[in-house]
């Protein structure tokens, strides 16, 4: 099951961006008081009593003038209607009901989407009471007084968000089949991807209505195997500035990786890869998916024997939190080297879900410390009693040791490139989780 989405719409200054970090736990945004500061942390994962989900601040580009606010609230209900499975709507009591809330309200109640609406600066319920009953003029239920600043009413308000999650009813009837995202900067040929793939050049957008996620799924089978591909060039939204198309594409990025098993990350051959290429590719990372780096439109590329080495090093020098991607050559357009993508798939695939036997884990532990002694601090030394696979999707692995602060990140990667010597593990990232125990058990 993937996480719920759940996305934050509201006014300049009503304090979405302090809701943001409150609930990530982390300072993560800048706030400030002019509505112009960009924010880069678009999502954050939060967990909430046994309820995981991914929160989205669609906040963004707040221009001032108040014809202007209106559309991009506008803007931000699209997306949040277009991407969430909750849209929490931000008011503030200080500035009271404002015209633009009353259309926006509008917007989200005719999406049919579940919308908590939330009153924030309410820092003394008694004082403000009054002003909290006024929204319920919205017409969007009940309102839940907040204040985000000082972690006041959350609780409540997130009982009220997790309540419209779907119902995890187990796995859905495709579970078996991988499901694969395709993303990469606008314009990078993802659609011709999935159209080359359906064989013809038609765009499958299944104008559903009530279907949940702009994401249009794709049911390919080759070779007799069947794979879900997720084309997050789905809508084509007419965004009119530059920075709001990146956000919106991340966006999207971030709410169809969360779906994948797998994660195609297509670059442009042409233009090489570029630092969006590594803020999308790091979403993957962070959501530890399998990742294939796919770079597009290599038949329309000068080559001659170094080519391909200088692209695979210039994709290993930038991707550098990565080493583990596959990278393969392909062009969608004219269907090349599409056949090597699949095989890597299956490969990566087969990689995210391999379980490796205990005992055979500590022969390659043993021989690794044999080979490189453990670190040590003020005499102490570093022991590792032993290690063991505990989950897949993506491979994850407790080391247990003697003291946790002596497991240094460089020894946790030595031991993760002695197991990838091993198995390979190629495409997908290794979790690696370090636990104390006392020498006596």
């Known amino acids: 099951m993937s996480k719920p989405v759940v996305a934050i719409v509201g006014r300049p200054n009503v304090g979405k ?29 939060v967990t909430w009593l ?74 003394s319920v008694q004082k403000y009471m009054m002003d909290v009953y006024e929204f319920y003029n919205l017409g969007i239920g009940e309102p839940f007084a907040i204040s985000a600043a000082n972690r006041q009413g959350l609780g409540d308000m997130l009982d009220e968000v997790t309540k419209y999650f779907p119902e995890d009813t187990g796995e859905d009837e495709d579970s078996d089949i991988p499901k694969i995202a395709i993303v990469g900067k606008p314009n990078v040929g993802k659609s011709s991807l999935v159209n080359k793939l359906l064989g013809e050049d038609r765009v499958i957008v299944s104008d559903i209505a009530g279907t949940t996620r702009d994401a249009v799924d794709t049911k390919v089978t ?18 009119k500035v530059k920075e709001e198309i990146e956000r919106f594409s991340v966006i999207r990025t971030v709410t169809a990786v969360e779906r994948a098993d797998l994660v195609v990350v297509m670059i442009d051959a042409s233009e090489g890869v570029t630092e969006q290429d590594a803020k999308i590719a790091g979403i993957a990372h962070e959501k530890g ?23 695979t090093n210039r994709i290993r020098e930038v991707l550098s939190f990565m080493p583990y991607a596959e990278i393969v050559f392909i062009s969608a357009k004219t269907g090349l080297r599409i056949s090597r993508m699949f095989e890597t798939l299956d490969a990566v695939i087969e990689n995210q879900t391999m379980r490796i036997q205990t005992g055979v884990l500590n022969e390659i532990l043993a021989e690794a410390v044999a080979m490189q002694q453990p670190p040590s601090d003020k005499g102490k030394r570093l022991k590792i009693f ?31 490139n002695k197991i990838r010597d ?8 290794l979790r690696f989780i370090v636990r104390e125990r006392g020498e006596k058990e």
């Open 222 to 239: 080759w070779n007799g195997k069947e794979y879900i591909f997720i084309d997050t060039a789905g809508l084509r939204r007419k965004a």
């Open 17 to 45: 961006s302090t809701l943001f970090n409150a609930l990530a736990g982390d300072k993560i945004s800048i706030v400030k008081d002019t509505p112009g500061v960009t924010r880069d942390r678009i999502y954050a994962d």
């Open 386 to 416: 032993y290690m063991t696979q505990v989950a897949v999707k993506p491979p994850t692995f407790v080391i247990f040791v003697n003291d946790k602060e002596l497991m240094h990140f460089s020894y946790t990667r030595y031991l993760e």
């Open 422 to 429: 091993a198995f390979d593990f190629g495409g997908t990232p």
């Open 50 to 123: 046994d309820k995981e989900f991914t929160m989205i601040d669609t906040g963004g580009i707040e221009p001032d003038s108040s014809d202007i606010i209106l559309s991009q609230m506008r803007e931000q209900a699209q997306i949040a209607i277009d991407t969430a499975d909750v849209i929490i709507f931000i008011t503030d009591v200080h500035q009271g009901l404002v015209d633009s809330d009353a259309k926006v309200a509008d917007m989200l109640r005719r999406s049919g989407k579940p919308v908590v609406l939330v009153v924030n600066k309410v820092d």
């Open 289 to 311: 998916k399998g990742v294939i780096i796919a770079v597009n439109k290599w038949d329309a590329i000068e080559k001659n024997d170094k080519t391909i080495y200088k692209h």
